[in-house]
């Protein structure tokens, strides 16, 4: 994670520096340089509280004694200022007994750093404070508990260290919030009217949206038979009241921390796996332009035309990437075609267009074996299908062909017209457009031709990069 994307203006990070020591100062804006962060200074804990009202900062480092007004003083007030509450401090300072360390957490820092640790171990506690912060800023909590002083004592805590809270009396009044709301963790109490702590977890554990956020229980009866029942319905942890605000913030950060870890090892499971599936691609493509220089073009042209409609769609972005991969193979089954008939510069016998009739089943057959290709296999198989069902391979009509393959053969047949092969010429613009509105409605899908006019509008000069 580049800790510029956390930032949602995407202006630089901005750290605020309270340091009565100008060349301290200057020395912690060096070790942070490689951040890129814009920092301000502040010389003491009254002009650094004054700063970071004034200022949107993303991170404090402050000083512990300090003229004015002291780095645990300062740290206090920003805590109890509603607007500068979730901002994250880590205390810099030349004391590190344990009870000035303690006085720093009780105060509200996130971090404490000693002095003479500062060249080996403030980036790193810069990054992971940055880090964590705008996780936690990202994530929703919700408090469902009917008493409004356990939602406000709840809310009050989770919220300095930059939560975002929702909450909810009773376990129905919370099932209707989910309808429109997914938290990334829920703290509930058991003892509740209308719909109890146990019913709710019982509602949230059966469905599938919902199962696997965590959901800490609460409760002033703290009978071990009780915790166990509730851990047996799928609590993630039980927390008996009345409790320490500071105990549940710790539990709750522990578990989003175990899920963030989860979040960032799945991300890098997922690059590998387009890494794999874009070498894959790039190999298929490269065996088949091997033989054919008129693919070469071909393939990417359609798939650079499949992107721009499909995004026109209001599709998601893994939905465009998938159509996209698609339309830059849909052609890869070519591959088992022989030369003879691939390359042939003049017209083809009707037995030589029934192997070429074949290639949309051998690409398909191809992708299969990929398991990280086979969901863009009807894009493959598909794209010679007509909305009038005398296409190819099945002859399917209608709806009945998937729409990325549709689409996929409007960019096909709009770049093979504009495109010169070896057997005739390619035509203008103005007449492939011409060709494609006569056969829409009969050979392509009328939907998908109106996107396709749609696309070039939207992207004009596309007319002459995509012929």
Known sequence: MHLNDNIKDN???????????????????????????DILEAPDGKQGYDLALESSVDLVISDVDMPVLDGIEMCHQLKSSPQTRAL?????????????????????????????????????????TLNQSSFQRDCTIMVVDDSRTIQRLVKKGLSEVGFGIATASNGQEALVQLATLKPDLIISDIDMPVMNGAEFCDAVRSDSRFNDIPLVVMSANSERAT????????ASAFITKPFNIDELVMLVERFLSDHYRLLLREKERLDAEQRHLLESITSLISALEARDAYTRGHSEAVGRIVSGMVELTGAGQREVDRATIGGRLHDIGKIGVPDAVLLKPGKLSDAEFNYIKQHPVIGAKI?????????????????HERIDGAGYPHGLAGASIPV???????ADCYHALTS???YRKGVG????????????????CPDCVALFHRYLEAAPLTRASAA
């Open 404 to 410: 990325a393959a549709r689409i996929t053969a409007v």
């Open 227 to 234: 915790m166990k029942r509730m851990l047996q319905r799928g």
């Open 420 to 422: 010169d092969r070896p």
């Open 429 to 444: 613009a103005a007449k492939a457009l011409q060709i494609i509105d006569d056969v829409r409605g009969t050979q392509l």
């Open 367 to 383: 992708l299969q074996s990929i398991q990280s290709l086979a969901d863009i296999r009807d894009i493959v198989l598909s794209h």
């Open 11 to 37: 202006r630089p990070i901005r750290i605020l520096v309270v340091e009565d020591s100008s060349a301290m100062r200057r020395g912690i804006a060096k070790l942070l340089e490689p951040l890129g962060a």
């Open 88 to 128: 994250p401090i880590i205390l810099h300072s030349s004391f590190n007994a344990d009870r000035d360390i303690d006085r720093g957490f009780q105060a509200g820092a996130a971090a404490y750093v000693f002095k003479g640790e500062s060249s080996s171990r403030l980036l790193t506690v810069v990054r992971r």
